[in-house]
């Protein structure tokens, strides 16, 4: 979605056609930067703020990037495949997250997210200076930081 609308807008601007794939490679940046934070905020996020409840994600069995970290480091926590396949406890899905928040892949994963944003920048080094360009390199620092 959000390659599509980077794409998208730089398709129906007047500027040169030579940053249509530059913009479409920052919005998929992006995007997985917004998605990865929005997995960090199911185990870490105020549940007021995020809107749902905290491991929500996990409770329903969606493998979320810190879910994937934590098993690829803890491959006997049978929580985890059990989260994953709906039948854990609420108990054993806190102890998880609980587990999770304090692995140490929380940090990894946004570095991953840190990461997007910079490969996301670098999409804009050819983009003629000024304030467009400035917002869209400030969305991505704002992106990261959001609600954590």
Avoid: W
Wanted: a negative charge; charged letters at 25%; one cysteine or more.
């Amino acid at each position: 979605l959000f390659a599509l609308s980077a794409r998208a807008a730089a398709m129906i601007s007047p500027a040169d056609r030579k940053y249509v794939e530059p913009a479409e490679i920052y919005g998929k940046e992006l995007g997985k930067a917004f998605q990865i934070v929005d997995d960090v905020l199911d185990f870490t996020g105020n549940q007021e703020r995020v809107g749902k409840p905290i491991g929500s994600d996990l409770r329903q069995g969606i493998p979320t990037l810190p879910a994937i970290y934590y098993g690829e480091q803890h491959p006997d926590d049978q929580v985890l495949l059990a989260c994953l396949d709906g039948t854990a406890t609420q108990e054993e899905a806190d102890g998880l997250i609980k587990r999770i928040n304090e692995s140490g892949v929380i940090d990894q994963v946004l570095a991953e997210a840190s990461l997007c944003v910079e490969n996301a920048i670098q999409n804009l080094e050819g983009f003629p200076e000024g304030r467009e360009k400035d917002a869209l390199s400030e969305l991505g620092p704002f992106l990261l930081n959001r609600d954590l």
